[in-house]
């Protein structure tokens, strides 16, 4: 069973449009997190999710807006798509206590905007 | 705000060298982890290995160690007797446990590493 599993891996979509990716983990950890990578490969943090505590990296537009329906899940819902979203899009989680930093992420989501 | 520097865009060696990837990080933390990260062209991110600050040790994980030296705030990754199966993205991060973690990791900006058959 995948551990972070995102959904679609690949989305092409026109400017303009709203579009959702969704993330999942089984492995019980606390805390959730979206990254973006750019296209020189450069990872940055978008949010971090933890018992209903939403953190945002400043710098991401208000266009982004995380989802979480429950600890499990936190889904990513971009509205007006722009030519610079076209990024990939991490998931992952992590856990606190003895295991704290031990990051899991998901395989991405390759999003193009055109 | 920690920043984490990687100054080699690109290396290049030969299967069954050894290879030093180097990171410098900055913060007026004194209590942090670090860790490397590799993502091969599948683009997965893989957990390398990771190293707590107050740990004087380096840490070791089989073919793969870190030259910790938490004064001049570097943390370098050496692999062993390197197999194309390291060709990849090595990505070095820090991370702030304040809260958990949830500021989450702070990225370098990356080496290629290609190891040549």
């Known amino acids: 069973d995948t551990a972070v599993s995102q959904t679609p891996k690949y989305l092409v979509t026109q400017m303009g449009n709203d579009k959702s990716i969704k993330c999942e983990q089984n492995?019980?950890?606390?805390?959730m997190y979206w990254y973006k990578q750019d296209s020189k490969k450069f990872l940055k943090i978008m949010f971090s999710y933890n018992n209903k505590e939403l953190i945002i990296n400043e710098t991401v537009p208000n266009r982004f807006s995380p989802k979480s329906p429950d600890k499990a899940h936190l889904n990513l819902h971009i509205n007006s798509l722009e030519l610079g979203d076209s990024a990939v899009y991490f998931c992952a989680s992590s856990q606190k206590g003895v295991n704290l930093g031990g990051y899991t992420f998901g395989s991405g989501t390759r999003l193009t905007v055109v | 705000a920690q920043t984490v520097t990687q100054s080699q865009p690109e290396m290049s060696v030969q299967e069954a060298e050894t290879v030093t990837l180097s990171c410098t990080y900055d913060t007026s933390e004194s209590n942090y982890y670090l860790f490397w990260y590799k993502q091969p062209p599948s683009r997965q991110m893989i957990l390398v290995i990771r190293q707590e600050a107050y740990k004087q040790q380096n840490a070791t994980e089989n073919r793969f160690s870190v030259n910790f030296q938490k004064a001049a705030k570097s943390f370098s990754l050496k692999i062993s007797d390197s197999q194309l199966g390291d060709t990849a993205m090595y990505f070095c991060?820090?991370?702030?446990?304040?809260?958990?973690?949830?500021?989450?990791?702070?990225f370098g900006k990356g080496t290629h590493l290609i190891i040549q058959p």
């Open positions: 492995l019980g950890h606390d805390t």
């Open positions: 991060a820090f991370m702030n446990p304040l809260g958990g973690g949830a500021d989450g990791l702070t």
